[in-house]
């Protein structure tokens, strides 16, 4: 899968893409995940936020394109093509 090689690709630590992976991938509400990486809660969601970033760095440095920034700080990743003028 696609998303599983890009996340598995993120320069955010194997605990950062575990999250990513629990929780966007398999569905694992964060919190839940906090408890099977053994971090505490705030922590995990820290986290996440870290390795959201490291995503979108990624994704501007590889194709191009430009997150939104205040849906990052939401916890969503929602780009716009730079390339294409898309919203």
Known sequence: CAVRSF???LPCGETGRM???YH???GIPVA???EMLDLSRAGAF???QRALAAAARALEQ???ITPMRDNITRGKLAYI???R???
Do not use: F, T, W
Request: hydrophobic share 30%; charged share 30%.
């Open 7 to 9: 996340v598995s690709s």
């Open 19 to 21: 999250l990513l992976y």
């Open 24 to 26: 966007y991938i398999r």
């Open 32 to 34: 839940e995940c906090a």
């Open 46 to 48: 820290r986290l996440r």
């Open 62 to 64: 590889s194709r191009g």
């Open 81 to 83: 093509s730079a390339s």
């Open 85 to 87: 003028g898309e919203e």
